[in-house]
């Protein structure tokens, strides 16, 4: 069974920093780009980033360019979310998800997903 | 930044009924568009992937449709169990985004 844990949420400080991770289990885990997302209270889903198999690719969205690090260690199949400069706006439900590509068209997609870790901003 | 705009916010139905849940890209995706149904308090589930590929182990009443700018999924004969809340996402370039997502309510 494919399965992604998250771990690592919680309560940050404005300006503060935290870090997330995501533990895969039940497939390869080096052969797939990875993905974060995340889902502030009450609100929709917004992509944060995404990292190439090899680590070696990355990319943000705008609102973390600078303060969020992407990054993973394919030996121990885990993902990680170097929250930095945390405002109340990062508050939110942070889900990691496999994004798995059609190698002959790069279209992609996000699955499955991982049940969420909860990061609340406040001082 | 390509914006995904979905109609209609929100939906009554009772079972049985068909719904239909549309999506418009700000520019084109081809067919670079992914649904993902969202239940309260848990993570999305990918139904449809590439516009219309139906996910393995997702009901054929689930189908998505479309290409370019505007999108349809499709919910035929609605179950209970299909009460929850679709996002349209695109991911053809970055960064990728996801419509504000359809609300499927019981009427």
């Known amino acids: 069974e494919v399965l992604l844990v998250e771990s690592g949420g919680g309560l940050g400080q404005p300006g503060g920093s935290l870090r997330l991770s995501c533990a895969a289990s039940?497939?390869?885990?080096?052969?797939?780009?990875m993905t974060w997302v995340r889902q502030a209270p009450g609100k929709g889903l917004e992509w944060v980033a995404n990292?190439?198999?090899?680590?070696?690719?990355?990319y943000y969205v705008d609102s973390v360019e600078g303060r969020f690090i992407i990054s993973r260690d394919n030996a121990n199949s885990t993902l990680y979310l170097h929250l930095d400069s945390l405002t109340a706006e990062d508050t939110a439900v942070y889900y990691c998800?496999?994004?798995?590509?059609?190698?002959?068209?790069?279209?992609?997609?996000?699955?499955?997903w991982g049940q969420g870790t909860m990061v609340t901003v406040s001082s | 930044d390509i914006q995904m705009t979905q109609s209609p916010s929100s939906v009554s139905a009772s079972v049985g009924d068909r719904v239909t849940i549309a999506c418009r890209a700000s520019?084109?995706?081809?067919?670079?568009l992914a649904w993902y149904q969202q239940k309260p308090g848990k993570a999305p589930k990918l139904l449809i992937y590439?516009?219309?590929s139906l996910q393995s182990g997702v009901p054929s009443r689930f189908s998505g449709s479309g290409s370019g700018t505007d999108f349809t999924l499709t919910i035929n004969s609605l179950q209970p169990e299909d009460f929850a809340t679709y996002y349209c996402?695109?991911?053809?370039?970055?960064?990728?985004?996801f419509g504000q997502g359809t609300k499927v309510e019981i009427k």
């Open positions: 998800a496999r994004n798995p590509q059609n190698f002959l068209t790069g279209n992609n997609w996000f699955d499955p």
């Open positions: 039940g497939f390869t885990f080096s052969d797939y780009w």
């Open positions: 990292i190439n198999q090899h680590g070696s690719d990355k």
């Open positions: 520019q084109g995706v081809s067919t670079w």
């Open positions: 590439a516009a219309s």
């Open positions: 996402q695109q991911t053809n370039r970055f960064p990728y985004t």
